[in-house]
């Protein structure tokens, strides 16, 4: 009989206040912006702007220069990590964990097996590290140099590879607030002065245990298929089995068990959430399993639209609309009426907030409006 979880019950109202907490959007944060990337384990970023939004909504005193800067002195950079995905991470952080998330990136060579019949992988990672490691890559650039080596093989094929046996960055001026460029690339060990070629792997089991505390600290309360979600990862019952002595238990309103740090906040749920304008991807609404704690049911899938992410508005801590920056205005979309006694007002005084942090001098309307697109039946 499979024993069932027990500890304390933790309503969506009391997860999503840890949570908040623990993203700093409950409060803003007076952490520098290298201290909030480290704390959050990375800001998702496919685009350029997501992880300055993502900063400005959690941090006192953000400016966009703030993160430049820390890509342009190779104190952050933009690398494939978590979910196979684009991250912003600190220097330290991308060296950890590309490691940790390469059975993920091993995974997706699989659907291009057919393109690299006789290609040797080792062989292939050797040669795109000297190629990009001699100057950076585009991926076009990098794919047409290892045509020349492998001419039968899918070139599209030949760069998904190196992408997925070498820790890539992108260097700058890609990233940066207002000049980013094209995609270049090189190694993460080149890129922050790492010599001698590929770095170590840590310990594989230490490495796994001090991510999920790092997870639980950002992210938790939160259950084991949470935070596989949120790494692109399986299999990590067995590193939360190991930390269970040294972490609390709760369990979700349908019974699943939750993990947690017990020195983490967990503040009252009636703790008061102002609203926030989150960019597309932000890792708030894509680290669990369950989203519940941010999305209410009904609204499940509507800050998607086919493969567009919209970006997002909470509202007492939950998603509540969607929002879109013009030339000329701000316009948020709210799902159903906003008729609290000084709801509109609250929104719109973060939405001027938002704009003088990241848009000084710009000269923005706020309306309300509709954003995302009508389809006709």
């Given at each position: 009989m ?10 969506a109202?009391a997860?999503n206040?840890?949570t ?25 970023a496919?685009?350029?702007k997501?992880?300055y ?7 006192d ?23 196979s ?7 330290a ?23 690299l ?19 950076p890559?585009?991926?076009a ?18 760069a ?9 960055v ?5 990233g940066l607030?207002?000049?980013s ?11 922050l ?11 594989a ?6 991510t ?9 309360p ?13 299999r ?6 190991r930390l ?21 906040p ?62 000329d ?20 005084a973060?939405?001027?907030r ?9 000269s ?6 509709a ?7």
């Amino acid at each position: 009989m499979t024993k069932q979880p027990s500890g304390p019950v933790l309503g969506a109202r009391a997860l999503n206040r840890a949570t908040l907490d623990r993203q700093l959007l409950l409060r803003r944060s007076t952490r520098s912006a290298k201290e909030a990337v480290a704390h959050l384990v990375g800001l998702q970023a496919q685009n350029v702007k997501p992880p300055y939004y993502a900063l400005a909504a959690r941090l006192d005193g953000f400016a966009p220069e703030q993160l430049s800067s820390l890509m342009a002195d190779r104190e952050v950079v933009r690398i494939v990590t978590l979910r196979s995905t684009i991250h912003t991470h600190t220097a330290a952080d991308a060296l950890t964990l590309r490691p940790l998330v390469q059975p993920a990136r091993t995974r997706e060579l699989t659907a291009f097996r057919k393109g690299l019949a006789g290609v040797d992988l080792d062989r292939l990672a050797a040669l795109a590290r000297d190629l990009v490691e001699t100057e950076p890559r585009t991926m076009a650039g990098l794919r047409e140099a290892l045509r020349a080596e492998w001419p039968d093989a899918d070139p599209q094929s030949l760069a998904v590879a190196a992408r997925c046996t070498l820790p890539l960055v992108q260097v700058t001026p890609r990233g940066l607030w207002g000049r980013s460029g094209q995609v270049a690339l090189t190694t993460a060990e080149h890129w922050l002065s790492r010599s001698g070629g590929p770095t170590p792997s840590p310990d594989a089991a230490e490495a796994t245990d001090t991510t999920v505390l790092r997870y639980l600290a950002a992210f938790g309360p939160a259950s084991v298929r949470d935070m596989q979600t949120w790494a692109g990862l399986t299999r990590l019952r067995e590193a939360f089995e190991r930390l269970r002595p040294r972490l609390l238990t709760f369990r979700d309103e349908g019974g699943a068990e939750l993990f947690d740090l017990p020195d983490a906040p967990r503040p009252d749920p009636g703790t008061p959430a102002p609203p926030r304008f989150l960019p597309e991807f932000d890792n708030l609404l894509l680290s669990h399993a369950d989203r519940t704690r941010v999305v209410p049911p009904g609204l499940r899938g509507r800050a998607w639209q086919g493969n567009q992410a919209y970006r997002t508005l909470l509202v007492d801590g939950f998603l509540a609309g969607v929002w879109k920056l013009t030339e000329d205005a701000l316009v948020i979309e709210t799902f159903g009426q906003r008729s609290r006694a000084g709801e509109r007002d609250a929104i719109t005084a973060e939405g001027a907030r938002m704009l003088a942090t990241l848009h000084p001098g710009a000269s923005y309307d706020i309306r309300f409006g509709a954003v995302v697109p009508q389809v006709s039946g």
